[in-house]
């Protein structure tokens, strides 16, 4: 079995999910992980795929789909990974304030430097100019918690925002 990891960005419209899928289900193909969303009118998707299929034969089949949606499309071999992380602890970091320059670049940097591995984001600006951002985060066994949110206060501060750090509630599927 192949695995493949699969990029396709366009103008969002209604049907790209369930054409995507079909192709992907003619080719006896398995969908492992998603992540799929629409930002200012653009529709992104993110999978992770198993196929017999080789991925010359996974492109083909998805090419009628990416010209009848006018999508671009990428797709990739893919190397198995274990779901999780064992030796991390799973931690979200939740900032808003004012909309200007830098913010997720200064966030993000502190977290970089603390080996925090960025598993998801996501943000949202308001009508009134409020920014608001989130990162799941994974946190190297021994980080310093306290220590992180500490910094992560500081930088926000410094561009006016609110943030906090906290433990990640784990949901059982």
Known sequence: MNQFAIAA???????????????????????DDSSMTILGG??????????????????????????????LLEVRPSERHALGDTDRDDYVV??????????????????????????????????????????NVSLAEGTDVTSLGLQLSEAGAALDLDVRLYRAEAEEL
């Open 94 to 135: 939740a900032a808003y304030g004012p909309d200007k320059p830098g913010l997720v670049s200064r966030l993000s940097r502190v977290l970089a430097d603390a080996d925090a591995n960025i598993n998801d984001f996501g943000s949202r600006l308001g009508a009134d100019h409020t920014f608001a951002m989130w990162f």
């Open 9 to 31: 960005m366009g103008s969002d419209q209604p049907g790209i999910v369930a054409a995507v899928g079909e192709a992907l289900m003619e080719l006896g193909g398995n969908i």
């Open 42 to 71: 653009h529709f992104a998707m993110l999978l992770v795929v198993q196929a017999e299929a080789e991925r010359e034969a996974v492109q083909e089949q998805l090419a009628d789909v990416a010209g009848r949606y006018d999508l």
